[in-house]
């Protein structure tokens, strides 16, 4: 942190250090190990991001307010002295709201090139938030049908990430421009993330009445309400649900192992390669693991230990990904009738190698 470029020595900058701290568990130290400016700009970023899904998640603030707030954010993001106190008392991370200000004065003081990417990035964001937010407040219990939608969504929360990610790297001139024509990559590398954060995240999302998975891969096993996944107490279907979404989730695995072999920064390497590697490792933990629908579960601290120590090269994070997909492949089971999609989905990582 105590890098020229850091802003160390402002107090606004060693505040947005700290929330980076507060706000994030994985991606804190791979942000803090970025070369030159990317360190403070790829936080900023973050903060801003994080900002933004703060007002998100809050099923506490009602749509008629929620509808503006969204959809004004990325002038807010730049509005000197503004903050939000409206979150409800148990959103996680409603402090850096609270002192939303610190952060808007360091967008201000970004390099125009950066900034632009990221307010670029934020107003579409913010966009799709809203409406998929809007079509939750107005349908009730379900608001993705098909697999298609649920694509679409992934795109605006998470795919955008890697968009705007791609093109500071492509700004930074620590990678090569012609990667900016590589974003149905980079958008790859949000969905895997973001389909094994709600894949994680089912009985969390659906106590708070979020409901993201696709009707289209739970329907058709006799489920009405997605809680009945977990009330109905019929977990051979529920456990075929759960792999057609971990298959759906395996099929960025791929693009995502093809962006990271275009990168040739180590230090943005690494901060592309260990989320990818925990989310791989993550998928192996709740495939065919009904402890999912009852709990939160996590990787061990030493297995995340290890792949971060082993995400060094394109080669060797191949690897990693070949692990993972044999250990799906071991667990699988010839009456899920998502097994021969499976059984394909693994073989082309093994193939990728
Ligand atoms: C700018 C590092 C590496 C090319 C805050 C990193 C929600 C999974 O859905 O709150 O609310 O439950 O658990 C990260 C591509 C984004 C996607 C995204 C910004 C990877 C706000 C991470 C992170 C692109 C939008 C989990 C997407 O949070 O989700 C920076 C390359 C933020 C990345 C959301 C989710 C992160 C996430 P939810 P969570
Ligand atoms: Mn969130
Ligand atoms: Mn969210
Ligand atoms: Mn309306
Ligand atoms: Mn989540
Ligand atoms: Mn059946």
Not at 124 to 143: L, N, P, Q
Not at 232 to 253: F, Y
């Amino acid at each position: 942190q105590e890098h020229p470029t850091s802003g160390w020595d402002r107090s606004s900058m060693r505040r947005c250090w700290e929330f980076l701290d507060m706000t994030s568990r994985s991606f804190a130290a791979v942000i803090k190990e970025l070369e030159g400016d990317l360190a403070r700009t790829i936080c900023i970023y973050y903060l801003v991001l994080r900002g933004l899904d703060t007002i998100e998640d809050d099923m506490t603030i009602a749509d008629e307010i929620k509808q503006p707030m969204l959809r004004a954010f990325h002038e807010k993001t730049v509005t000197p002295g503004w903050s939000f106190s409206g979150n409800g008392p148990d959103e996680k991370d409603r402090q850096l709201l609270v002192e939303y200000d610190t952060v808007v004065e360091e967008v201000n003081r970004l390099a125009p090139q950066y900034k632009v990417i990221i307010l670029d990035i934020c107003q579409k964001m913010e966009v799709g938030m809203a409406d998929y937010a809007h079509k939750a407040a107005t349908t009730g219990s379900v608001y993705l049908e098909t697999v298609a939608e649920y694509d679409l969504y992934c795109h605006y929360v998470a795919g955008l990430v890697g968009e705007g990610l791609t093109r500071i790297w492509g700004a930074s001139g620590k990678e090569s421009p012609w990667l900016c024509d590589q974003m149905e990559l980079a958008n790859s590398m949000g969905l895997l993330l973001q389909k094994t954060n709600i894949i994680r995240d089912f009985r969390e999302d659906v106590e708070q009445r979020r409901f993201f998975w696709p009707r289209e891969i739970w329907a058709k096993y006799g489920f009405e309400e997605m809680k009945d996944m977990f009330e109905k107490g019929d977990v051979e279907h529920a456990t075929w649900i759960q792999s057609g979404m971990i298959v759906d989730a395996l099929r960025h695995a791929c693009d995502s192992l093809d962006y990271l072999r275009l990168l040739k920064n180590q230090s943005v390497f690494v901060f592309c390669a260990v989320p990818a590697c925990m989310a791989m490792a993550t998928l192996a933990l709740c495939f065919m693991n009904p402890e999912m629908f009852q709990r939160n579960i996590k990787i061990r601290k030493a297995q995340a230990a290890d792949l971060i120590m082993r995400s060094t090269n394109a080669r060797d994070v191949a690897l990693i990904f070949r692990e993972y997909a044999r250990k799906i492949h071991a667990k699988a089971k010839p009456q899920d009738p998502n097994f021969l999609r499976i059984s394909v989905m693994c073989g082309k990582i093994e193939l990728w190698c």
